[in-house]
């Protein structure tokens, strides 16, 4: 399947900061990417659809001005958490969808446990 | 919008024995659902996945069905190893949209 890579993997930062997380398409070239966030023991929760060249689509609940996301080529896209606060504590993964195959097949990235003290 | 069930939500087998897991979607415009394998602490790894078109596909011990008017799709593992253990997402989306996951299934097997 396709790879994509997410950076880091984990980080620590003190509440106030600001985190950006980079998610890389590594062998192909994915016009979308999302990003989700997931807590212990559940599923998925889409956050935003980051469509290459253009503005993020955030889901309902999801403050765009906290987590700003920045599509800017067809391999990379950055989520940066804005004023980070304890309560933004989580894991959060970002997926590509792969164009070939119809652009069905969704490939994730390994995750970035972010942690607010 | 879409809202995708899936049941169980813990599944305990022994090993050799089948798991099965199942979803159902509520948008029948819904044409692909893949299954994802998530273990502790990484990423959700593609393990197989069907299109609207078809109503069952085989990949070794896995395998998923498919069925359109009802609207459900399942999980199949047969001959299951501890490796197997893992949390199970399904997920049902319309070409080019969203996914839509389900709460996912913790499967434990037990050797």
Known sequence: GAVVSQHPSWVICKSGTSVKIECRSLDFQATTMFWYRQFPKQSLMLMATSNEGSKATYEQGVEKDKFLINHASLTLSTLTVTSAHPEDSSFYICSARDPGGEGLREYFGPGTRLTVT | ?111
């Open chain 2, 1 to 111: 919008g879409e809202n995708v069930e899936q049941h169980p939500s813990t599944l305990s087998v022994q090993e050799g024995d089948s798991a099965v897991i199942k979803c159902t979607y509520s948008d029948s415009a819904s044409n692909y659902f893949p299954w994802y394998k998530q273990e502790l602490g990484k990423r959700p790894q593609l393990i197989i996945d069907i299109r609207s078109n078809v109503g069952e596909k085989k990949d070794q011990r896995i395998a998923v069905t498919l069925n359109k008017t009802a609207k459900h799709f399942s999980l199949h593992i047969t001959e299951t190893q501890p490796e197997d253990s893992a949390v199970y997402f399904c997920a049902a989306s319309t070409t080019g949209n969203q996914f839509y996951f389900g709460t996912g299934t913790s499967l434990t097997v037990i050797p």
